[in-house]
């Protein structure tokens, strides 16, 4: 089983939808993220969170919400989705004593 | 957060061939994270540069980092079709990860 596990892997949903990605890890890691991928953009941060009491926005997080259920469990949500928000989403983790993130596979997000 | 530059966006090389790509900051990073992602898939984690002046091997990749910390470098020898894929730097911010937009290397065979 993967690490860090995305579902759904494709989403695709129509303009003011709700709709919520979700991301769990085994790695027993404390801290968690969600990213956004576009073509040309790299990869810009969403939000972060570095416990289950502790969530931080990130440099997009205007439309998005998050909510940190577990320690190994960090969702996303697109409240009323729109359709600049079509991309590709990952989910990323990492602890103090771990070099690098490790993501998830990423949920192919479309919205119509 | 403060921005790291990749160049360049974009190369196509034969097999055989080598492959540069370059991560500039205007300010001096306190280390410099480098990821490959092959088309289809997700970032994978493959280096963390700390010192200045440093060189670290994997392979046929060699990554250095600049004396005066605001640059980055990854180095492909002898590229195969395995190779194909982008390559991010990402600096470090408040324990988060700032990604450059990439570098898409293509080979062909």
């Known amino acids: 089983d993967a690490d860090v596990t995305q579902t759904p892997r494709n989403r695709i949903t129509k303009t003011g939808k709700r709709i919520m990605l979700e991301c769990s890890q085994t790695?027993?890691?404390?801290?968690m993220y969600w990213y956004r991928q576009d073509p040309g953009l790299g990869l810009r941060l969403i939000y972060y969170s570095f416990d289950v009491k502790d969530i931080n926005k990130g440099e997009i997080s205007d439309g998005y919400s998050v909510s940190r259920q577990a320690q190994a469990k960090f969702s996303l949500s697109l409240e009323s989705a729109i359709p600049n928000q079509t991309a590709l989403y990952f989910c990323?983790?990492?602890?103090?004593?771990?070099?690098?993130?490790?993501f998830g596979s990423g949920t192919r997000l479309t919205i119509v | 957060g403060q921005q790291v530059m990749q160049i360049p966006q974009y190369q196509h090389v034969q097999e055989g061939e080598d492959f540069t790509t370059y991560c500039n900051s205007s300010?001096?990073?306190?280390?410099i994270q480098w990821y490959k992602q092959r088309p289809g898939g997700h970032p994978v984690f493959l280096i963390q540069?700390?010192?200045?002046?440093e060189v670290k091997k994997q392979k046929r990749l060699t990554f250095q980092f600049g004396e005066a910390k605001k640059n980055s470098s990854l180095h492909i020898t002898a590229t195969q079709t395995t190779d194909v894929g982008t390559y991010f730097c990402a600096r470090s911010g408040y324990s988060t990860l700032t990604f450059g937009k990439g570098t898409m290397l293509l080979v062909s065979p």
């Open positions: 300010t001096t990073l306190s280390n």
């Open positions: 790695k027993g890691h404390d801290r």
């Open positions: 540069l700390v010192k200045s002046g």
């Open positions: 990323a983790t990492s602890d103090l004593d771990s070099y690098g993130y490790t």
